[in-house]
């Protein structure tokens, strides 16, 4: 059993930052994956990032590319999404996940995940 508890999000402009946080406990290795999901009103859930537990891998969606950064704290044991240059599309409520194995294949599909975070909701205006 993994539970994660999700912290950060909120209103910003256009341009600006946000860090999201992610803190996993209970049984978790360093095979494990933690990804983020980001959910709009109507549509599917969607992949934004992905990283192992044991922080040495990592991978995002195009969309996000050189403007989010997916990273391990160790001291804080968390997995952190720092969000730079926002735009309005990035508003959505973002989960994290947490998969049994961390695999670039089937990370992408929510339907993959057994354990979700609460969600948090980040609003970007114009």
């Known amino acids: 059993q993994i539970n994660l508890v999700q912290s950060g999000g909120g209103l910003v402009q256009a341009g600006e930052s946000l860090r999201l946080s992610c803190a996993p406990t209970g049984r978790i290795f360093s095979r494990n994956g933690i990804s983020w999901f980001r959910q709009v009103p109507g549509k599917e859930r969607e992949f934004v990032a992905s990283?192992?537990?044991?922080?040495?891998?990592?991978f995002y969606r195009d969309s996000v590319k050189g403007r989010f950064t997916i990273s391990r704290d160790n001291a804080k044991n968390t997995v952190d999404l720092q969000m730079n240059s926002l735009k309005v599309e990035d508003s959505a409520v973002y989960y994290c996940?947490?998969?049994?194995?961390?695999?670039?294949?089937?990370?992408?599909?929510?339907?993959?995940?057994?354990?979700w975070g609460q969600g948090t909701t980040v609003t970007v205006s114009a």
């Open positions: 996940a947490a998969s049994l194995v961390f695999d670039t294949r089937s990370a992408p599909n929510a339907k993959g995940y057994s354990y």
């Open positions: 990283i192992r537990w044991s922080g040495d891998s990592a």
